[in-house]
């Protein structure tokens, strides 16, 4: 991304922040995305961790093998123009359930926009979103980012209890929670995969740069999908 | 094999960490206090980053059920075997049958227990730390047995002289969102003492407030030793189990030897924080 306005900021002595001081959007999502990749691929001998955010890369690497400086001037030489990496950004298609017994807040949150749940439903499910980055939990994907209409603060009484599989919305995200957890996000559905497979050697099938698609099932169907329990998510 | 008899309030099994992972969303964990961990490893020839018993607050007592090599290093529990006190950072020769009991700490907040040869646990995504969700539990239980991995040769032919040094100050870097803060709140941070209210392996929060009202942030990359900023004013020191990304601004980053030396501090004690550049 060529004239993009990126700084380079020594985080601590084994860590370098490079932020992108533009506008968030998918286009920046994808184009780190992509710089993140060129980065592993390029000096995967001297990097320890990676971390990918909505307008920001974390390289954390091995002092003993590169410092600081000459990270960065490596880093900078690492040209994050647009190329056909992108390609290997799959679409995920999500199955989701958005029965009132799993959406738990979408009656409320209904209320709140002053729209109908069905109305929620069908704003939520009609885009493609990118997957901005991952923490809170193993697994717990942020994806951005949301229509307008659903744009909404963090629920004031944070969930004690929220279910493995939960799809969620605040801010102008929605986000899956990958295990049971408390929470803040307004519950509006649940997926029948598992978003964190701990046996695997690649226990998330998506990645931040990856994109998901809700596609809408009904409550006999994730119950039939969560017996079965080996459903494996589908892509584009 | 070593057999908890009493678990102590917290002792978790830790090494270097999980790496390669933090992007989707596991932590890093592994030792608190690095230095005083890669020590307990060098007495007794291991790797630096070779798996051992990390104790916090209120030791163990375990039962060791064969001949091994052992170091105690870290904060002082008042160690004992067999009831008798045995000298810290120095390799000891315990024998089957003989129990290891360490007490209240006398000073330090953590301390560390490595066998010759490394603890023999499963290994997940590359590490052997205990973390809630990845490995099976998060800290050891009554009854618990650790294998121990290679049987030491009791042949521990020289190690350096280590000591452990409390006192010291925290040294922090600028975070990326320092200049969010206001030139009143700039010296408060520098001038102020501030003192430890409740932490854990997560983070260790501060009681004095700075601030109100700081917005949050999009959500971007933290690391273990960021402070950050709530909207209340209050102040968190992120821990080696930290969160991969967070909302608050990032005010201020510890180095790394000043969070080793944090996490030797308990509720209550005081710190000061000193501004350095890297």
Partial sequence: MEGNPKTYFVFNERSILISYNCPTNSKLISNISNTKKRIVTHMNDCIVDIVQSINSILVIFDRTKISADDLIKKLKRIEDTEDDLSKYNKIWQIPVCYDFKYAVDLENLAKEKKLSPSEIINIHKSKIYDVLSMGFLPGFMYMGFTDE?????????????????????ALNQTCIYSQDSPGGWHIIGISPLDFFDLKSKNPCFAKPGDKIQFIEISSKKYQQMKKENSVKPIYK | MIKVIQPGLFTTIQDGGRHGYRNIGIPTSGFMDEESAWAANKIVNNKKNESLFEITLTGPTLAFNGNYVISITGGDFNPLINKLPVKMYQP?????????????????????????????????????????NITDSYFLKKN????????????????????????????????PEFDLLSSNSKNKLFKNEFTISTNNRMAYNLVEKLQVGTKSIISSPVLPGSVQLTPSGKMIILHRDCQTTGGYPRILQLNISSLNYLSQLKSTDKIKLRLINL
């Avoid at chain 2, 049987?151 to 922090?172: A, G, P, Q, T, Y």
Wanted: hydrophobic letters at 35%; charged letters at 30%.
């Fill in chain 2, 92 to 132: 000891i020769n315990v024998k089957l049958g003989d129990t290891l009991k360490l007490n209240n700490t006398i000073n330090g907040a953590r301390c560390y227990i490595a066998v010759s040869g490394g603890l023999k646990v499963k290994s997940i995504f590359g590490s052997k730390a205990f973390f809630s």
């Fill in chain 2, 144 to 175: 618990d047995e650790i294998k121990v991995s290679k049987k030491s040769k009791n042949k521990i032919l020289k190690w350096d002289r280590f000591n452990f040094k409390l006192n010291r100050s925290i040294e922090v870097f600028k975070g």
């Fill in chain 1, 149 to 169: 209409k659903l744009h909404c603060e963090r629920k004031e009484i944070p969930s004690l209890n929220i279910k493995k599989g939960s799809i969620g919305i």
